[in-house]
């Protein structure tokens, strides 16, 4: 199993994105989304506000050890519009997964998958990962259809984790194995 130690912070820009760490300051938002009927797509729904604040201590937490819990930004407003994440979960894989997930008012203009392609270009090839993986609960097409467009491959048609049925997408480093 890889980990990384984030010890300098994470920040990209792409064409209409800034991603950075999450901070302390964007407490607020995340709780909000955190809360928001799309946690049906990642969990069983929406989290209390207790749920939230705790997953949100969680995703810090995760920064200053072996994941990275970013902030999607809009650069033309400069405000947020969603969150994304390379993490490790070991009760479902050895490998790093990518997560994410955007405010509805500013889904479908492309900012899933430009915010994905950049974390996918970063954990190739500044971390350096040989694969990445991504979980989709079957019934979450357009999730479905920014992983295919970012290049991830479906590997596992169906499989049911914590009472929900995924599908496993996955991306390999080539520049990685041709190098081992």
């Keep these: 199993m890889q980990t990384y130690c984030n010890s300098s912070p994470l920040f990209i820009e792409t064409l209409r994105l800034t991603i950075k760490f999450l901070l302390e300051s964007d407490r ?83 900012f899933a998958t430009e915010a994905a392609k950049a974390m996918i270009d970063y954990a190739f090839n500044v971390i350096r990962l040989d694969r990445l993986e991504a979980y989709t609960q079957v019934h979450n097409l357009a999730s479905q259809k920014v992983l295919q467009k970012v290049g991830m491959n479906l590997e596992c048609h169906s499989f049911i984790f914590e009472g929900r049925r995924y599908y496993q997408f996955a991306a390999h480093n080539l520049a990685e194995a041709a190098a081992a």
Aim: hydrophobic share 40%; charged share 15%.
């Design 28 to 110: 607020a938002f995340i709780v909000s989304l955190l809360q928001s009927s799309l946690m049906v797509y990642m969990r069983h729904g929406a989290l209390t506000e207790k749920e939230a604040n705790i997953e949100f201590d969680s995703m810090i937490s995760g920064n200053a050890h072996d994941s990275f819990y970013c902030l999607i930004y809009l650069r033309e407003l400069k405000s947020p519009i969603g969150w994304i994440k390379l993490y490790l979960l070991p009760t479902r894989s050895e490998h790093y997964q990518l997560g994410y997930m955007i405010a509805s008012e500013f889904q479908g203009s492309g």
